[in-house]
C-alpha cells in the first residue's frame, strides 16, 4: 500500500481540525471576553532510508540522509490572550480590563474559575455577579437602598455609591484581579470560564494598575478578539490545503490502479 495515501489522510484529518477550530472562533466573534484559538500542528514521525554523515567511502560522508515523512499531527489549540476592543456600554455594572488579569468568580461547588467577562449583574442580596449567578470573588456586597446610577468604579479598582442622606460616596468593595505565567495552559471549561491548570501556574492577585495587572474600565466591555477578516482567510488556506491532500489521495489511487492494471 502506497505510504502517501496515509500520509495526504493526515493532512485531511488536520485541516478538518482547523477548520473545526475558525468555526469556533466565528461562532464567538460576539461573544464578551472571548479569546480565539488557533490550531498547532507539527510533523509525524520520519522512515530514515539513509542517515545524514553515513560514510560513502573511506575519506567521504554522505553530505544529507534520505528521510520520508508520515504526514502532520496536531500538536494543541493555544488560546491567544490578546486584548479585545473595548465598547462603552453605558451600563453602571459593566467592567472591563486593560491589560493583563482576569475576574475571579466562585463556582456552585466552591471552586473558583475565571473570566475576561465583565458583563456583571447585581442579585436580589446586593451581591456582584456573573449572568449565570456566579459570585465575583472577593465578594462586593451593595448596600440597601443605594442609588444604582452612582455606582463607580475606578479605575484601580475602588467601588463607591451613593445613600440617600448621606453626602459623600461609600467606599463598598475592590474589585481584585488574578493573573496567571501562562494563561494559555488555562483550561476553558465554557460559560466564559477559564480553571487553573499545573501549566497555567497559580495565580498571582492584586489590585487592578498595579503590580503587572491591567485596568478596570467602569461601564465597558471587553469584546471578541476574533478578527472576522482573518478568519475568512484562514478557512480559504484550510479549505485549499484540503483539497490539495484530497487530491493526492486521488493520484495515489491513480498510481495503484496503474500498477495493478499491469498484469492482464
Not at 490572550?81 to 468568580?105: K, M, P, W, Y
Not at 447585581?122 to 455577579?129: E, F, M, P
Not at 485596568?215 to 482573518?230: C, D, G, P, R
Amino acid at each position: 500500500m502506497m505510504r502517501s495515501l496515509w500520509t495526504a489522510a493526515s493532512g485531511m484529518m488536520g485541516q478538518q481540525f482547523s477548520i473545526d477550530t475558525i468555526s469556533n472562533n466565528l461562532s464567538n466573534v460576539n461573544t464578551t471576553g472571548f479569546k480565539r484559538n488557533r490550531a498547532d500542528f507539527e510533523d509525524l514521525l520520519y522512515q530514515t532510508v539513509r542517515t545524514a554523515g553515513t560514510p560513502a567511502t573511506e575519506q567521504t560522508l554522505v553530505p544529507v540522509g534520505v528521510q520520508v515523512g508520515h504526514g502532520v499531527n496536531i500538536a494543541g489549540t493555544q488560546k491567544l490572550h490578546i486584548q479585545g476592543s473595548l465598547q462603552n456600554t453605558g451600563n453602571v455594572t459593566d467592567i472591563a480590563i486593560e491589560g493583563e488579569g482576569f475576574f475571579r468568580v466562585m463556582q456552585y461547588d466552591g471552586s473558583f474559575a475565571y473570566t475576561r467577562d465583565g458583563a456583571f449583574q447585581i442579585d436580589s442580596l446586593g451581591q456582584l455577579v456573573t449572568n449565570n449567578g456566579l459570585r465575583v470573588m472577593p465578594e462586593v456586597i451593595l448596600p440597601q437602598g443605594f442609588l444604582r446610577d452612582t455606582l463607580a468604579i475606578s479605575q484601580d479598582g475602588r467601588i463607591t455609591v451613593q445613600i440617600p442622606g448621606v453626602e459623600d460616596p461609600l467606599e463598598v468593595g475592590q474589585v481584585e484581579l488574578n493573573r496567571f505565567v501562562n494563561p494559555a495552559g488555562l483550561n476553558a471549561v465554557g460559560d466564559n470560564l477559564f480553571k487553573e491548570t499545573s501549566a497555567s501556574g497559580a495565580p498571582l492577585s492584586g489590585q487592578p494598575g498595579f503590580d503587572g495587572m491591567g485596568q478596570t474600565l467602569h461601564k465597558f466591555l471587553e469584546m471578541s478578539n476574533v478578527s472576522v477578516v482573518s478568519e475568512m482567510v484562514n478557512m480559504i488556506v484550510a479549505q485549499r490545503a484540503y483539497e490539495t491532500n484530497s487530491k493526492a489521495i486521488q493520484t495515489s489511487d491513480s498510481m495503484l490502479g496503474i500498477a495493478t492494471g499491469l498484469k492482464r
